[in-house]
């Protein structure tokens, strides 16, 4: 069982950055691939960014490559995503979840636990 709460989000004007953070519970965090996905009102959950169980390999959605970088501290069971460059696109809940395969990182679907969320909102 693994437990995730996200943390960091906020009101922000564009061009701001804002740093994430989800702090896992429980033994067995570094055994699973971590995400961020998102969700803004009134469209579908989206993949944001992945990491692998060391930190060594990450995976972004083409809207934030260069903008976005996903870490994680396994000492401290925890994930960031640090986000720079905010565009009011950007404008959503953030989740932070967790899998077990690499080759799922971007599907929701395949996630075995989930964050309660962050707000993000970016003004222009």
């Known amino acids: 069982q693994v437990q995730l709460v996200e943390s960091g989000g906020g009101l922000v004007q564009a061009g701001d950055s804002l740093r994430l953070s989800c702090a896992g519970s429980?033994?067995?965090?570094?055994?699973?691939?971590m995400g961020w996905f998102r969700q803004a009102p009134g469209k579908e959950r989206e993949f944001v960014a992945g990491i692998s169980l060391s930190g060594g390999r990450t995976y972004y959605t083409d809207s934030v490559k260069g903008r976005f970088t996903i870490s994680r501290d396994n000492a401290k069971n925890t994930v960031y995503l640090q986000m720079n460059s905010l565009k009011p696109e950007d404008t959503a809940v953030y989740y932070c979840?967790?899998?077990?395969?690499?080759?799922?990182?971007?599907?929701?679907?395949?996630?075995?636990?989930w964050g309660q969320g962050t707000q993000v909102t970016v003004s222009s």
């Open positions: 429980g033994r067995t965090f570094s055994a699973y691939i």
């Open positions: 979840a967790a899998v077990r395969r690499w080759s799922a990182v971007t599907t929701g679907g395949e996630y075995d636990y």
